[in-house]
Every structure is written in C-alpha cells, then in structure tokens.
C-alpha cells in the first residue's frame, strides 16, 4: 500500500521560507518519479515541481523553489523561498508509477493529503 505524507506547510511572511517534506512508503521509491502540486481556493490543483534524477519546475516557482529526494530515506523536499502571498495554497506531494518527471497530474498515481502553506503580506 503506498503512503505518501507530507509535512513542514504552516504560516509564512512574503519574503520567507519553507520546508516541505514528503514521506512515502510502499514504493520501489527510487525507481519512481515524484512531485509537488498545489492547489489555491477556488483553483484547479497546479503543478509545481517534479525530480526523477533532477528537478523540473513550474515558471511561476523556477528560481525560487528547489525540489530534492533522498532515496535512503524515501523522501522528497520542496524548499521554498522568497515566497510570495500567491504562493498560498494547499501543497500535495505526489508519486508517478514511472521514473519520468512529468508537469500533468492525471500522470501521477499516488497522492498525499496536502499540507497547507500561508503567505501573509
């Protein structure tokens, strides 16, 4: 059964930064693309995010964030700084049966429960 739990979103001013950390388990994890996604009140869910041996990025995070894995230890990270209010939303780690890092969602088969990110201006 594969898990994937994240963790790290909280509250954060404009110009600051977080750690997201995602868990997973049940997975020939290094073997398997992994990514972010985030989705804002009132939005379709959006990719942020994706490493199979390095990272790909959305244009509206590129330079700012920074995605990594740690196959030992079955987890990913997403390192967010200077971050901005329209960076607030609800942040899912997500898991491709496939080591290809792809943007689209509907390519991706395991998914998290979210953790939330605030920006405050």
């Known amino acids: 059964q594969v898990q994937l739990v994240e963790s790290g979103g909280g509250l954060?001013?404009?110009?600051?930064?977080l750690r997201l950390?995602?868990?997973?388990?049940?997975?020939?994890?290094?073997?398997?693309?992994m990514g972010w996604f985030r989705q804002a009140p009132g939005k379709e869910r959006e990719f942020v995010a994706a490493i199979s041996r390095s990272g790909?990025?959305?244009?509206s995070v590129k330079g700012r964030f920074t995605i990594s894995r740690d196959n030992a230890k079955n987890m990913i990270y997403l390192q967010m700084n200077s971050l901005?209010?329209?960076?607030?939303?609800?942040?899912?780690c997500a898991a491709r049966s496939s080591s290809v890092a792809l943007m689209a969602s509907s390519s991706y088969a395991y998914w998290g429960q979210g953790t939330q990110?605030?920006?405050s201006s």
Do not use: I
Request: proline share 3%; charged share 15%.
């Open 84 to 92: 901005k209010p329209e960076d607030t939303a609800v942040y899912y």
């Open 117 to 119: 990110v605030t920006v």
């Open 12 to 17: 954060a001013q404009a110009g600051g930064s």
């Open 56 to 59: 790909v990025y959305a244009d």
């Open 21 to 33: 950390s995602c868990a997973a388990s049940g997975l020939t994890f290094s073997r398997n693309a």
